[in-house]
């Protein structure tokens, strides 16, 4: 095992885990930019795109069914149009025929859901039953599938296996996943104050789907009506970057700090640290 974010625990666990579910080869195209010091205010700078590549390149020295090609978003960048690449970092999971796009670093609770992906890739199936799909496989459409998720809400892990399995059983959807906690200057731009965002295309949704009515609301969409599935319950949550998410992390940590030095009768500071 090469070095990299993973510790040995975990290695050990992913190693396991590809090796029970990997059956044919899966290519990782992991595309990056070397972004220049200065900050421009029309794109997210690329701040993981080391540590995406370090991640794949640990991961695929986990199972010899994996392989990694890098791009540079700029040095290869007639390729990066011809494949609609323009974010970094960005991932192309390629296998059993079939390809899934994902941009942004897949880290904390939605990493598993990147390894469910590439198992269906593998396997060139899911556990979706086909009398679930029905209604979309009868579909001759292309269908473009974007979706966007962050590593801090309940919702994302369950959208990106949900629409990977569908990608993977359906050869005419063309999905794209963005980890958008990585670009606040695209979330903007693109006016995404809630997680998960789903556009079909071109038409947008909020919140969390089930299996049948987010197959219906393709379905629909595909063929013209726009008009939202009824759900049960439209659950979602505020987007936040991460900067946002780190900041509100320190303000807990200083928060039970506080409480903890109060509970035990001493003094303490903003930062959380006892005053004598």
């Known amino acids: 095992m090469i070095p990299g974010p993973l510790d040995n625990s975990d290695s050990l666990q992913i190693s396991r885990y590809l090796q029970e579910r990997m059956i044919n080869r899966v290519g ?3 595309w990056s930019r070397n972004d220049s010091g200065l900050v421009r205010t029309d794109r997210d700078t690329c701040t993981h795109c080391e540590d995406s590549i370090a991640l794949s390149r640990q991961l695929v020295s986990l199972h010899p069914g994996l392989s990694l090609t890098k791009y540079d978003l700029d040095e290869h960048s007639d390729r990066a149009n011809s494949a609609n690449i323009n974010l970094a970092p ?3 999971l390629r296998g059993s025929g079939k390809s899934i796009k994902l941009s942004g670093m897949f880290s904390g609770a939605i990493f598993p859901a990147l390894l469910d992906l590439i198992g269906f890739l593998s396997q060139g199936t899911s556990p979706l039953a086909d009398e679930d799909l029905t209604a979309i496989q009868s579909v001759s459409e292309p269908m473009h599938i974007e979706v966007m998720v962050t590593p801090f809400d309940p919702f994302s892990p369950h959208m990106i296996r ?10 005419l959807i063309d999905l794209e996943i963005v980890e958008l906690a990585q670009y606040p200057v695209l979330a903007k731009q693109r006016n995404i104050s809630e997680i998960p965002t789903i556009i079909i295309n071109d038409k947008r949704f909020t919140g969390v789907w089930d299996l049948a009515p987010m197959v219906n609301q393709i379905y629909k969409v595909v063929n013209g009506d726009s008009e939202p599935v009824i759900r049960e319950k439209i659950m979602s949550v505020p987007y936040i970057s991460e900067e946002e998410a780190i900041e509100r992390a320190r303000e807990e940590l200083a928060r039970q700090q506080g409480q903890i030095g109060s509970n035990t009768g001493e003094n303490t500071s903003p930062g959380g640290l006892i005053i004598p």
């Open 28 to 30: 990782i195209d992991i």
């Open 90 to 92: 960005s991932v192309v």
């Open 162 to 171: 949900l629409l990977g399995a569908l990608a993977t059983e359906i050869e």
